[in-house]
């Protein structure tokens, strides 16, 4: 158990809907990443926030948003869903900065159908 | 971000040491080089890293070139639970904090 929880753990929607994807970090972690991994794209960095600011930002599609709330709970915002949004998607947390290792919730599978 | 080749899969025997491979020839000399798993089901699990010297913890030990081109993870006696995709990433210190996975060894442990 990394000590990082994401809700829900399954979730199946349809195509144009909006889903909000919940992660909590670790204890004293201030930084949350969020990856997707797709069966053709792998695991693919989408974005980072630390202590409630926007760090980093990967692939992430115009249609995906995220925040970090002051709790530093995070949540991943997907909306007019498509097929191919279909994913796991994980969280990760840390304390930030120089540290390297990341701990990795047990994810949230989408099922955009 | 320097590129890495692995073995697509690699098998052990259970209780048999493991020695999993991974290139990057591209790796600049402050990338600190990461190992990632992720078990079947699960998110990904952080093991070990290094940058220039050989590293071990609890997990698992890490040799590292002395060219930092290659290095290789070394689990020492396989078990059932360690079946599972290593990823060797490169990362540099002080760089972005975001982990670019490659695709990665699926290793197969068999009892």
């Known amino acids: 158990d990394s000590g990082v929880t994401q809700t829900p753990k399954h979730l199946i929607t349809a195509t144009g809907q909006r889903v909000t994807l919940r992660c909590s970090p670790r204890s004293g972690d201030l930084s949350v990443y969020w990856y997707q991994q797709s069966l053709d794209q792998g695991l693919q960095f989408l974005i980072q926030?630390?202590?409630?600011?926007?760090?980093a930002k990967g692939n992430i599609l115009e249609r995906f948003s995220a925040q970090q709330f002051p709790d530093l709970h995070s949540e991943l915002n997907l909306s007019s869903l498509e097929l191919g949004d279909s994913a796991l998607y994980f969280c990760?947390?840390?304390?930030?900065?120089?540290?390297?290792?990341?701990?990795f919730g047990p994810g949230t599978r989408l099922t955009v159908t | 971000d320097a590129k890495t080749t692995q073995p697509n899969s690699m098998e052990s025997n259970e209780e048999e040491p493991v020695h999993l491979p991974c290139n990057h020839s591209t790796i600049s000399g402050t990338d600190y080089i990461h190992w990632y798993r992720q078990l079947p089901s699960q998110g990904p699990e952080y093991v070990i890293h290094g940058l220039t010297s050989n590293v071990n913890n609890r997990m698992a030990s890490l040799a590292i070139a002395e060219d930092r081109k290659s290095s290789t993870l070394i689990l020492h006696r396989a078990t059932l639970r360690d079946a599972a995709v290593y990823y060797c990433?490169?990362?540099?210190?002080?760089?972005?904090?975001?982990?670019?996975f490659g695709k990665g060894t699926k290793l197969t442990v068999n009892p």
């Open positions: 990433i490169p990362h540099a210190q002080g760089g972005s904090e975001k982990l670019v």
């Open positions: 926030y630390y202590n409630g600011e926007e760090r």
């Open positions: 990760a947390s840390n304390r930030g900065g120089r540290a390297y290792e990341q701990y």
